[in-house]
Each structure stands twice: as C-alpha cells, then as structure tokens.
C-alpha cells in the first residue's frame, strides 16, 4: 500500500494506563493544567529543559514552536520543512543535547533547507548550515557525539555531514556513513547498492560486515518498500522485516499476498542469517510496539510480530485499502529461535490492518481490534481478556499532513508527509469518550516535572499527575 511503502525506522511507544478494574490498586488522577488551541499541532511534544518542543501547521505550511511548560504561551515559532527525508519517516522534533535542532526552509530548490540547531528557550540559533536536500533527520553521530545528517550532494549522491556546536558549524566527520547509504536500524545500514542488496554492520564510523538481504529474505523484498528493525541486546540479534512490491497490478489497483511477508533475524555481531518465519510481520508492520525493561534501566519491544493470510489491494484512484480471505494471528516468539510462545487469533480483523497503532493499557498489555470484537492481549503469556465496560484509554492515531511543495513518487508527484501521533480519550470499542483516563504514564507526551504535556486534535492539553496542580506555575493559556 501508498504508506506501508515507505515505513521507517522504529519510533518507541511506551505505556499509558486505564481506569482502575476491579482489585487494583488506586489509580491517580489528573488535573488539567492549561489547554491551548493556538497550535494544531501534528504529533506529540519533546522537553527541552523547561520548554516544550512540537510540530504544527499552519494551512500548509509547517513550524516547530517553543512552548513554555508553565502555562502554554508560544516563546517562540519557526517555519520548518522536512526536507527530502523519505515521507514515511514521522517528522518528530529532535532534541539533541538539549539544544533543537531542525529544518528551515531555503528558497534556493525544491524541499531544500538548512540544518538549524536553536537553543530551546528563545529559539535564538546556535548552527545554521548551507542549504541542502537533507535525506535523514539530525541525529547524533556513529560515535553518540556532535550531529550528522544525510544530503544529496551535487550528484545526488547521498553524503554524510558532521556539525559541531562547539565549533559553530560543519566539522570534518571521519567516521562518516558511506555514501548512498542509510541506518534502517541501530547501527544497521542498508548500503545504498542494489542486485545485490546489502546490509551492513556500522560501529564506530567502521563497517563491521556486510549481508545481501537475499540472505535473509526472498526475491523482491527490498528496504526500498519499507523497513523495521529492531537490535535486541539480550540476544545479539537483529528481528525485523523489509517491504516487498505488489503481487500483480491491474485496472483495480495492485494486489498483494499477506502470507508472502516474512520476519528474520541476523546475528548483529556477523551478520549471519539465525532465523526466519514465512508468512509473518515483525510487529505486525508496526501496529503493535510496547517496550519490556530487560536489564537495569534498559528496555526492548516485546517480541511480537502477525501472522497473516489473505491479499490486500490498493485503489490509487480512490486511496482505498480492501481485503479478501483476510486472517490475522497474533504471536509471541522468543527471539534466540524464533519458534513461537503464544498466538491469538483475531480473525478477518481489517480494522486492526490500518496504520493506528495499538492501544497500551499496561506494562505487558494492548487492546486491538479483533474481528469479534475489542480485545486486551498480555504480551508476556498470550492471555486475553474482554475491556471492562468502565475502562477508558488513550488511543492514538497517526497523522499524515500537507506540505506546500511537493515530492516525486513513482505515482507521481505526492505532498502528503508523516506527522507522529495524537492522543484522545478512547473506550475498549475505540469510540470517543468524554472522560479523562485516570492516568497518564510521565513516558507519554512529554513530561517535566510532575507536569505531563500530551498532543490531540488541534490542542496541546497539560494534565498535573497525582490530581495536584503546581502552585503559582500556571495560568490560563493565550489562545
């Protein structure tokens, strides 16, 4: 499908919680604190210190703006663009050191900007570069050091660049990517070459093996049509899975078959192929990602990926997605082998094949939309259980936004981009609820202090955990 095509890399999803159920412990309440609509904002805010960092629109145009976390006044506001940076890849402020860093828009070419890295409390810039067609957005470097970014060069080739803070701008980067080349993972590079397709290990600004992707998947799959990787330490291995082109193409659209999707593992200190399972989707293509702490502070997704049965055919001309023989199962595996640890069955659930991600409600649980009905899978033991009637839940949905100029796809020209995800009041069924849920994890939105601040449809709403509300920090916002 359009979308699925272009999936990046892993955005980490973390737990939001529910009204208490019967036998658990007493839940705290939140307290709105401020609420401003003069932001429609496109996903959820970043702290910077005490200031808020969050993408916005406004008609078509994009800006990045500063928001005070005392009581919701703009500090500050600057047009931004995302550049040449692959649509699917969510377009979420960076925090870097605690300093922004972002594109604003240069006249000089279509989607060209200038890499700029602001200080959070005024916006004042610190860096701002020559302007480029930016292919990734900041980062730190290989080295956790300084930030690189990707630009098609005057060939269009695509580069590797270091900036430095400290020397007010670029910086000679040794350890640099390849050119052509692009992390689809942590220290996973897809190396740009084709027939063959490679992936490489990258550490340190040195490329510790190189794997064709033949090795680990089939004919036709190729990061060109989308991507998730996930490094899991505890085992030493990369799990992921890699788009694949459609089936067959007709008057109708393009057909593809589901059971053809697959997941693999790579041994991350080789590259080796370890294992892999036809027929699946490592995280369900992204609908279910919940992270598991594993070690001390650290902290991995649960192994989960789909089981699926069935095609599914896109319609270009009227942007609709349908299904026929659909069959979705859900399974835990243990990620050294592979061989699966639990499976539920969710039936012809096309509702759960969108792009909306899957509702955390705890620490190991997601409620998705089965066939029969919502339903509350434990992702530690494959249990499952029915929403109770009284549970309300933040649900997400994520947001696709238009920007004034617009990309070259193979269908054409396309001027649609990936935001994050906005958050809403939700029961079990999915439908709107009017209540508050009586908890908000500090992980969710952002959070400074005991002051979490989370982004909905047209608004950024600050809830006080524990019911208080901080004294003598907060007014009515200017909306």
């Known amino acids: 499908m359009r979308r699925d095509r272009v999936v990046g890399v892993l955005v980490a999803v973390v737990t939001a919680g529910c009204s208490p159920g019967a036998g658990s412990p007493p839940q705290p309440g939140l307290s709105e604190a401020w609420r401003t609509v003069s932001i429609t904002p496109i996903g959820q805010p970043v702290a910077a210190g005490e200031t808020l960092v969050v993408y916005g629109t406004e008609g078509r145009d994009l800006f990045l703006y500063g928001v005070a976390i005392a009581d919701g006044a703009i500090r500050w506001r600057k047009a931004a663009t995302p550049s040449t940076v692959v649509a699917g890849i969510a377009v979420t402020p960076t925090v870097l050191d605690g300093r922004v860093a972002y594109f604003r828009p240069d006249f000089s070419a279509n989607l060209a900007g200038r890499l700029v890295v602001a200080a959070p409390d005024d916006g004042r810039d610190l860096i701002v570069s020559e302007p480029a067609l930016f292919r990734s957005h900041p980062a730190h470097c290989a080295d956790g050091k300084?930030?690189?970014?990707?630009?098609?060069?005057?060939?269009?080739?695509?580069?590797?660049?270091?900036?430095?803070?400290?020397?007010?701008?670029?910086?000679?980067?040794?350890?640099?990517?390849p050119a052509d080349s692009r992390f689809v993972g942590e220290a996973l590079l897809d190396l740009g070459a084709r027939d063959p397709e490679v992936l490489a290990g990258f550490e340190g600004g040195t490329i510790r093996w190189r794997s064709a992707l033949s090795r680990h998947f089939s004919a036709g799959a190729s990061t060109d049509w989308g991507w998730y990787f996930e490094l899991y330490r505890s085992a030493g291995l990369y799990v992921g899975s890699v788009g694949r082109p459609a089936d067959r193409q007709d008057r109708g659209g393009s057909v593809s078959d589901l059971s053809k999707q697959?997941?693999?593992?790579?041994?991350?200190?080789?590259?080796?192929?370890?294992?892999?399972?036809d027929g699946t989707r490592f995280?369900?293509?992204?609908?279910?990602?919940?992270?598991?702490?594993?070690?001390?502070?650290?902290?991995?997704p649960w192994p989960v990926r789909c089981r699926y049965h069935g095609t599914v055919r896109y319609d270009p001309a009227t942007d609709a997605t349908t299904y026929a023989g659909l069959d979705v199962t859900v399974e835990g595996f243990d990620v050294a082998t592979g061989k699966r640890t639990w499976s539920v069955s969710l039936g012809p659930a096309e509702a759960f094949m969108g792009e909306e991600k899957a509702t955390?409600?705890?620490?190991?649980?997601?409620?998705?939309?089965?066939?029969?009905?919502?339903?509350?899978?434990?992702?530690?033991?494959?249990?499952?259980?029915?929403?109770?009637?009284?549970?309300?839940?933040?649900?997400?949905?994520?947001?696709?936004?238009?920007?004034?100029?617009?990309?070259?796809t193979r269908n054409g020209p396309a001027s649609d981009w990936r935001g994050g995800s906005l958050l809403s009041a939700c029961t079990g069924d999915g439908s709107p609820s009017?209540?508050?849920?009586?908890?908000?994890?500090?992980?969710?939105?952002?959070?400074?202090?005991?002051?979490?601040?989370?982004a909905v449809a047209g608004a950024l709403v600050a809830y006080d955990r524990n019911g208080v509300r901080r004294s003598g920090d907060w007014k009515a916002p200017k909306t």
């Open 434 to 454: 009017t209540a508050t849920p009586a908890h908000l994890a500090p992980s969710l939105g952002a959070t400074i202090g005991e002051r979490t601040v989370v």
């Open 146 to 177: 300084d930030i690189c970014v990707t630009i098609a060069d005057a060939k269009g080739t695509t580069v590797s660049r270091r900036f430095s803070v400290d020397a007010g701008g670029p910086v000679p980067d040794r350890g640099g990517t």
């Open 283 to 300: 995280a369900c293509n992204g609908t279910i990602v919940l992270e598991r702490t594993v070690a001390g502070d650290r902290s991995e």
């Open 262 to 277: 697959q997941t693999a593992a790579l041994d991350a200190a080789t590259g080796a192929p370890t294992w892999h399972e």
């Open 360 to 408: 955390p409600v705890r620490d190991a649980e997601v409620l998705v939309p089965a066939a029969t009905g919502p339903m509350i899978i434990d992702l530690s033991t494959g249990s499952t259980r029915a929403p109770a009637k009284a549970e309300v839940f933040w649900c997400s949905r994520n947001v696709w936004w238009d920007y004034r100029q617009s990309r070259d």
